[in-house]
């Protein structure tokens, strides 16, 4: 044993110690760097073992050594008479370098972030195209009030220039509009979409409004009936702008 020691110790350069071995044991030379020195194991030993002699020897932890025989690295459950590791067998010791733990927790935050960031862009993604949507729906409504306006001023100029205009079309003209307060109710919208939907309802309540006061003043020609602008007002059609209010 002690001139197994001996040989070990002559065999070795650098600061590394050989291991010594207990008779029958394998001598296994191993390459490490600059350094060259001997470790002893069992001809039974599997690559794992021989990490562990190894570790002993140099302080590696054995999940950072490649140790490779006839340049190819073997897993660790084959043993090494398997593979063809005999006495005085060369290995060659190579050190990896696996990420440190802070930096795998480092990886970890930033796949959260990324994760994260990507849910928030897919939510701002759904908001805009509800947003868009809203708006889209509104500024069709808008076209159709459009035209309603128009059949209103028409029977504005008629009604004022003294020519009486049969009730039915005020009752024609006030349900569409009723229909346009109710497609905007139903229109879901956030943001500019919902602005845009609260102006819209409150231009058909004064087109409504309007047009119960072109309809008295066409019940009653000799009446005189204040005219009305297109805003709505508290004061008349109460019950159409109360109803409505609650357009948001």
């Not at 005020?170 to 569409?176: G, Y």
């Amino acid at each position: 044993m002690e001139d197994n020691a001996g040989a070990a110790s002559s065999a070795t350069t650098g600061e590394i110690g050989a291991v010594d071995g207990g008779a029958g044991n394998l001598k296994i030379k191993v390459s490490y760097g600059s350094n060259n020195f001997d470790v002893f194991t069992s001809p039974q030993s599997t690559f794992a073992d021989l990490k562990q002699v190894i570790a002993k020897a140099t302080g590696l932890d054995p999940k950072v050594q490649n140790v490779l025989f006839r340049g190819k690295e073997n897993d660790d459950h084959e043993s090494l008479h398997t593979v063809g590791v005999k006495d005085n067998a060369k290995v060659i010791l190579i050190e990896s370098s696996p990420a440190k733990e802070d930096d795998l927790e480092t990886v970890e935050e930033v796949k959260e972030n990324t994760e994260e960031t990507s849910r928030t862009i897919e939510e701002i993604k759904e908001n805009i195209e509800v947003i868009s949507r809203g708006l889209e729906a509104v500024n069709l409504v808008r076209e159709e009030n459009n035209q309603f306006a128009e059949q209103v001023a028409s029977l504005e100029a008629v009604v004022c220039s003294g020519t009486q205009v049969a009730d039915k079309d005020f009752v024609f003209v006030t349900e569409m509009l009723m229909r346009q307060l109710l497609k905007l109710d139903g229109i879901d919208c956030e943001g500019e979409g919902r602005i845009q939907r609260k102006s819209e309802v409150r231009r058909v309540q004064g087109l409504v409004e309007k047009l119960d006061n072109l309809r008295e003043k066409n019940s009653n020609p000799t009446s005189n009936v204040p005219e009305t602008s297109d805003e709505p007002s508290l004061s008349s059609s109460s019950k159409v702008t109360q109803d409505w209010e609650t357009f948001e």
